[in-house]
């Protein structure tokens, strides 16, 4: 089974706090942007996403999309500075630390790629303590964070989240399908490639 990369786009984008006061036109940007990408139009999703942080610079999902188009373009530089502004606004957005973890990733830099993805599943893991977004989402996106890493402690804590979800097939499903996939397929999935 395929994981496709616009479910991962559906994860990361569902999540975000509704509580910010975001603008409408802002929100309407940026989803057209989600649009243009679900038709393979890159560019237009890059102008999109660019015209939503134009329109409210607190507008923290937008920059995910923005900061995807520019590593499509392999500039990882500007894909690399979108991600960082986007967490100087909202320093606590989980999934911004799983980007930044999967930039670092492709620069070559497993350590700080991996201080990263701990940083975003420390930030999932109080989303589940604070009860906050769906539970179900936030371990997926743990076990992403944990597969992106990779090491012995980490598989093990993905064994306990399997454990936990077992009787729930869609979210058993989703872990054991990314789990085959392996990380080069699923940075592949999440970057849209």
């Not at 992106?148 to 499903?173: C, F, H, R, T, V």
Request: aromatic letters at 10%; glycine letters at 2%.
């Amino acid at each position: 089974m395929k994981f496709p990369h616009y479910l991962l786009i559906f994860l990361i984008l569902l999540t975000s706090c509704k509580s910010d006061k975001i603008s409408e036109k802002s929100i309407e940007l940026n989803n057209k942007a989600i649009n243009a990408i679900s038709v393979e139009q890159y560019s237009e999703a890059l102008k999109y996403s660019e015209q939503a942080i134009k329109a409210d610079e607190k507008n923290y999902n937008a920059y995910t999309i923005k900061a995807q188009m520019f590593i499509k373009q392999n500039n990882l530089n500007e894909a690399e500075k979108t991600i960082q502004k986007q967490l100087e606004i909202k320093p606590d957005f989980a999934e911004g630390w799983t980007f930044k973890g999967l930039i670092n990733d492709l620069n070559g830099n497993q350590k700080l790629a991996n201080q990263d993805y701990q940083k975003s599943i420390e930030l999932f893991k109080e989303r589940n303590q604070n009860k906050e977004f769906n539970p179900q989402l936030n371990d997926s996106n743990i076990y992403f964070s944990l597969l992106l890493i990779g090491d012995l402690n980490s598989q093990k804590e993905m064994e306990k989240l399997e454990n936990k979800w077992e009787n729930n097939k869609p979210a058993y499903e989703t872990m054991i399908s990314v789990k085959k996939m392996g990380k080069k397929e699923l940075i592949k999935q999440m970057l849209i490639d």
